[in-house]
């Protein structure tokens, strides 16, 4: 069984913001894979199916960001999953807008979402980090990352979410440089 985690916040306000982008996400997964509808469940919202023949748990935490370690904690126990049947979907500011990288451990990078799931299920999870850019200055990060993301932005985010969909296959087989090679092809980032 794979753990698949978009991080977000829960809550229509946050429904759109670049914070949301795992959210984003995992429901595009659910959508192009025929995910029945979400339900409540490990301190959030949860949906299982096969994809490749292996059953697939999407969560999106309801604990808010800071927090989704405790949601990821419990569904990795209640299923004795260990860290490496996790892939934890994330916004990653470092990244210019658009591309993605995918990374198995390491540490959080200054991300409460990944602060906190380390906290929980240790560090060995992968992630798959979808580039948002960085707004310039440090002080600025905050209202940033809340922030909707623009119309202009939309234009690559929306193909980017359509291949990481289609796509999701190869993440649970751990196929990863193919997922990352076929989501490059499909939906390449925007030009600087």
Known sequence: MKLIVGLGNPGRKHAGQRHNVGFMAVDAIARRHGFPPWRRGFSGEVAEGLMSGEKVLLLKPHTFMNESGRAVGEAVR???LAPEDVIVIHDELDLAPGRI???TGGGHAGHNGLRSI???????????????GHPGRRELVSSYVLHDFSKAERAWLEPLLA???DNADLLVKGDFPGF?????????????
């Open 78 to 80: 209640f299923f004795r």
């Open 101 to 103: 990288r995918l990374k």
């Open 118 to 132: 380390i906290a929980h299920v240790g560090a060995g999870f992968h992630r798959l980090r979808i580039g948002i």
């Open 163 to 165: 291949a990481i969909a």
């Open 180 to 192: 990352a090679n076929r989501v490059a092809l499909e939906a390449p980032p925007p030009k600087d």
